[in-house]
């Protein structure tokens, strides 16, 4: 089954977001993720404490409303919004420096929430993402390859390129697209600030912001990752149905917002096709995880 890319890629767009300070200037990026009971706003607590004037090391969850808007498909309607989920910069745990929001609004028409999908090996990746670097508060688009992870799990990112932009201070926060796979990957965290010469960034990877905000992985990988094992092999089994699973909810929630924007009778009954498909498969997987969770 075979879902449109060019689908895909509409979703990311319509889920970035841009964050103001109180005052209006633009501090970074969020963007809108699926979560098991609703729809939420990810993106960095340092990019929440700029916001809000605080300091980037703040412990405590803040309180005051945080305004935004979906610069690529509503620019200038701004929607206020809550932290839900903290975990602030320096936290001793490999997920520092997240905040996930609540928007306290309905949401403009056409976006879309992205699912994050855990991966391993993307070393060499192409990807893609969005910032609003000093002087481009319109925002640009950034590109390098993906390497791997570092001591405390985020991922290293880098730009390859001649020209064009690479991934800097006001990328913080922004959702990292896998050319390779077609999926977000992860949230852009840091860019490196000392050497001036060296074009590197790091992101979290999904799997340990899915790690550490339960919210963000559906109730049937939760219920299996709640079980322990036997054997390094039922181990395997989880982790390849987890996966698996994660796919397959993209693929649903792809082809059904493509079924939104489809007129043709002909091309509708293609794509409800393809959902019912999806649906069979993701039953499947799920009655698999059941089983080994058993």
């Known amino acids: 089954m075979v879902v449109s890319t060019e689908n895909y890629i509409q979703s990311l767009r319509s889920a970035i977001?841009?964050?103001?300070?109180?005052?209006?200037?633009?501090?970074?990026?969020?963007?809108?993720?699926?979560?098991?009971?609703?729809?939420?706003?990810?993106?960095?607590?340092?990019?929440?404490?700029?916001?809000?004037?605080?300091?980037?090391?703040?412990?405590?969850?803040p309180r005051d409303d945080i305004y935004l808007d979906f610069p690529l498909i509503a620019p200038g309607e701004k929607f206020p919004a809550q932290v839900i989920f903290w975990r602030e910069v320096g936290n001793v745990s490999a997920c520092e420096d997240v905040a996930g929001l609540q928007i306290k609004a309905q949401l403009p028409p056409g976006s879309q929430a992205i699912k994050l999908i855990p991966t391993d090996n993307m070393w060499g990746h192409?990807?893609?993402?969005?910032?609003?670097?000093?002087?481009?508060n319109d925002g640009v688009w950034g590109t390098g390859l993906l390497r791997d992870s570092q001591g405390k799990g985020w991922v290293q990112?880098?730009?390859?390129?001649?020209?064009?932009?690479?991934?800097?201070?006001?990328?913080?926060?922004?959702?990292?697209?896998?050319?390779?796979?077609?999926?977000?990957?992860?949230?852009?965290?840091?860019?490196?600030?000392?050497?001036?010469?060296?074009?590197?960034?790091?992101?979290?990877?999904?799997?340990?912001?899915?790690?550490?905000?339960?919210?963000?992985?559906?109730?049937?990988?939760?219920?299996a990752r709640s079980q322990t094992p036997t054997n390094r092999v039922q181990q395997l089994k989880i982790k390849t149905l987890q996966q698996r699973f994660e796919a397959?909810?993209?693929?649903?929630?792809?082809?059904?917002?493509?079924?939104?924007?489809?007129?043709?009778?002909?091309?509708?009954?293609?794509?409800?096709?393809?959902?019912?498909?999806?649906?069979?498969?993701?039953?499947?997987?799920?009655?698999?995880?059941?089983?080994?969770?058993l």
């Not at 896998?178 to 860019?191: F, I, S």
């Open 17 to 61: 977001a841009r964050i103001f300070h109180t005052h209006g200037a633009v501090v970074g990026v969020g963007f809108l993720v699926s979560g098991r009971s609703g729809n939420y706003m990810m993106t960095c607590a340092h990019v929440v404490a700029a916001a809000l004037s605080l300091p980037e090391d703040t412990v405590t969850v």
């Open 126 to 136: 192409n990807f893609r993402t969005f910032g609003f670097p000093q002087g481009h």
């Open 157 to 223: 990112i880098e730009d390859s390129k001649v020209t064009g932009y690479r991934v800097e201070l006001g990328f913080s926060g922004a959702p990292v697209w896998d050319e390779n796979l077609g999926r977000v990957v992860g949230m852009v965290v840091a860019a490196e600030k000392k050497r001036v010469d060296i074009k590197t960034a790091f992101m979290i990877p999904a799997e340990i912001l899915m790690q550490a905000w339960d919210e963000l992985t559906p109730s049937v990988l939760s219920n």
């Open 248 to 293: 397959l909810s993209s693929d649903y929630e792809a082809a059904y917002n493509q079924l939104n924007y489809t007129l043709s009778a002909g091309d509708r009954n293609l794509i409800q096709r393809q959902i019912n498909t999806i649906l069979l498969d993701l039953e499947q997987v799920q009655s698999e995880l059941d089983a080994i969770s």
